[in-house]
């Protein structure tokens, strides 16, 4: 197997030293970056399967990156930062980050989460890589879906539901946060969450013998089965 890869965005450099030494012990291989551009580059030519980012970066702003990241990426994402305002905490996972962590850190406790956020995303494949569940096949590169050999025609907005709830990994999320990841940030205070579940009734229509891999969290929203 493969080593998993960690790109480390920090401009402190004993945390740098300390998580790279830590992570490699791990058997991670790391990269770092010093500044938000540098660790933009560094991000998209590495391709990581982790980041840890830092939000008070020079030359970019770290909610910032965690937006470009998560839009190109589902590289699993951990904010690593001195701010513990709960603001932060919440723009930063609404952006998409997966995990935070405040400074000071407990080592031990970082590499837990840093495991933790492997294992879950793991089973994922590289960016623009088919995705398959049972027998669902999306590929995001050409815009179709399948179920078993049978081509599966879906809206814009039904593709998007499925890729968003696929790229989730098993976990649960929020009517909210798919109308802010389908519909957009913008216009999803505008848009009734009861839309989230026409379009689910609809897509489990389409996928037939595998609709029961979208799976009804009560009173929060839906889930897939990735296996």
Sequence with gaps: MRSRKILVIEDEAPIVRLLKYNLEREGYEVRAARDGEDGLKRFRSLRPD??????????????DLCRIMRSESRAAL??????????????????????????????????????ALIRRSGGLPPAGQP?????????????????????VHLSSKEFALLKTLAEAGGRVMEREKILETVWGYERSS??????????????????????????????????????
């Design 131 to 151: 995705m398959r569940f049972g027998s669902v096949a999306l590929d995001p590169e050409r815009h179709e879906v399948t179920v078993g050999k049978r081509p």
């Design 190 to 227: 505008e848009i009734d969450t009861r839309t989230v579940d026409q379009h689910v009734a609809r897509l489990r229509a389409k996928l037939g013998p595998e609709s029961a891999r979208i799976v009804t969290v009560k009173s929060i929203g839906y889930k897939l089965k990735t296996n």
């Design 50 to 63: 982790l980041v840890i980012l830092d939000l008070m970066l020079p030359k970019a702003d770290g909610l």
């Design 78 to 115: 951990l904010i690593l930062t001195a701010r513990k305002e709960e603001a932060d905490r919440v723009v930063g996972l609404e952006l998409g980050a997966d995990d935070y962590v405040t400074k000071p850190f407990s080592v031990r406790e970082l590499l837990a989460r840093v495991k």
